[in-house]
């Protein structure tokens, strides 16, 4: 059963766990993030676009990392971006970047915990959710490991797990399925639907193909600007036959991409 984490504790007043109008972030000097519109609740999202699209440069943003350059973003009623309450918008908050650091000595178990003390969890409550968080990855028996001994997937779901210890209602995947073999990807996809019960989560993915088993709701960047929102079934209607593709997800994915480089002209 799932434990109520103290962000659940404050009165929800917002429409969206994310709302972001026109939003504009800085990678560097570039302008990744250009006027961005995207509107968020539970569920799984699955964020699909090319290389250098602005995928991970929003999800920096949506985790408090960047600030942005313009435009406004909410999250879970917090103004980000302007005079919100940073520190209650981030204690809802659970991210996986691409890569991340960690203490090659410590156990999955040690960091688990660390990331969790990080984010002012009560120190009471972090053993047992570092174990719950452990277990729902399918860690336990590596638990005790140290990182340095993991493999490159079993890295992937340690990272996960720190993403889900405070239970958060905003959780951000950065390409999670990097380094999973097929029964584990499968595992991840129910994982999600778990998760998206009572959470709203972002995932950022290249494989088309988990999107539409796992995501109620599919968003499509390119460059800097939301050219997509919908269901599965939608993205694969726009694909025809002479759409790029294996799959008609990723005709689907051809079409609306051809189409947002045409500006928007079919
Ligand atoms: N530190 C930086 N300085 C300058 N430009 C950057 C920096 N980081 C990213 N960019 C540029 O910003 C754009 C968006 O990058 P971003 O990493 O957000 O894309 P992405 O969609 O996540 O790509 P990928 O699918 O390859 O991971 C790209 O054109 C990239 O070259």
New binding site residues.
């Given amino acids: 059963m799932r434990t109520i984490s103290a962000a659940e504790t404050a009165p929800a007043t917002y429409a969206w766990s994310v709302h972001a109008e026109q939003l504009k972030v800085k990678?560097?000097?570039?302008l990744?993030v250009d006027g961005l519109d995207l509107r968020m609740q539970n569920g799984v999202h699955g964020l699909l676009?090319?290389?250098?699209?602005?995928?991970?440069?929003?999800m920096r943003a949506l985790a408090t990392v960047l600030r942005p350059a313009g435009g406004k973003l909410t999250i879970l009623g917090q103004d980000v971006g302007g005079r919100g309450n940073l520190r209650q918008a981030r204690r809802g908050l659970g991210y996986l970047p691409?890569e991340f650091g960690f203490y090659p000595r410590f156990t999955v178990r040690e960091f688990v915990e660390y990331m969790a003390w990080l984010k002012e969890m009560p120190k009471h409550t972090i053993p047992g959710a570092a174990q719950r968080a452990i277990e729902r990855v399918g860690l336990t028996t590596r638990a005790d490991a140290r990182m340095k001994t993991l493999s490159g997937g079993m890295l992937r779901r340690a990272g996960i797990a720190q993403a889900i210890v405070n239970n958060p209602l905003v959780l951000l995947l950065d390409e999670p399925t990097v380094g999973l073999d097929p029964e584990q990807r499968l595992d991840f996809r129910e994982l999600l639907r778990d998760l998206a019960v009572d959470s709203c989560v972002l995932v950022?993915t290249?494989l088309v193909e988990d999107v539409v088993a796992a995501c109620t709701d599919v968003l499509m960047?390119n460059e800097g600007r939301l050219v997509f929102q919908g269901d599965a079934n939608t993205l694969i209607d726009h694909g025809g036959p002479n759409d790029a593709g294996d799959s008609p997800a990723e005709r689907g994915y051809s079409a609306l991409l051809r189409r947002a480089r045409n500006g928007g002209v079919a």
């Fill in positions: 990678a560097g000097r570039h990744a676009g090319p290389n250098g699209a602005g995928k991970t440069t929003l691409q950022s290249h960047v």
